[in-house]
Nanobody
Framework: QVQLVESGGGLVQAGGSLRLSCAAS????????MGWFRQAPGKEREFVAA??????????NIADSVKGRFTMSRDNAKNTVYLQMSSLKPEDTAVYYC?????????????????WGQGTQVTVSS
């Protein structure tokens, strides 16, 4: 069982930056591929980014809609992943969710992820 707790959301002006954090419980953090998703009102949940750890390097998958503006990283010592968001736009407004996929490939499919956090609201004003 993995519990995920997101933090770092808030209100920011367009063009600004935010860093989201997701802290995971458990002692097998490195076996989980971690993902970020978001859901805007009236829309389906969409993939943002995923990071898969290996001894040689991290494999990161970023959605085209945020590529060049968002980056994802993980700190295995802290059981935490981060989503650094910059050049934010009003269309980035959504609830952002952290998710964990046991030994997953970093797929953008929500159904592949086994555990989800409660979400954190990000609001970008114009």
């Amino acid at each position: 069982q993995v519990q995920l707790v997101e933090s770092g959301g808030g209100l920011v002006q367009a063009g600004g930056s935010l860093r989201l954090s997701c802290a995971a419980s458990g002692r097998t953090f490195t076996t989980y591929t971690m993902g970020w998703f978001r859901q805007a009102p009236g829309k389906e949940r969409e993939f943002v980014a995923a990071i898969r750890w290996s001894r040689s390097s991290n494999s990161i998958n970023i959605a085209d809609s945020v590529k060049g503006r968002f980056t994802m990283s993980r700190d295995n010592a802290k059981n935490t992943v981060y989503l650094q968001m910059s050049s934010l736009k009003p269309e980035d407004t959504a609830v952002y969710y952290c998710a964990a996929d046991y030994r997953g490939p970093g797929t953008p499919l929500t159904m592949s992820y086994d555990y989800w956090g409660q979400g954190t609201q990000v609001t970008v004003s114009s």
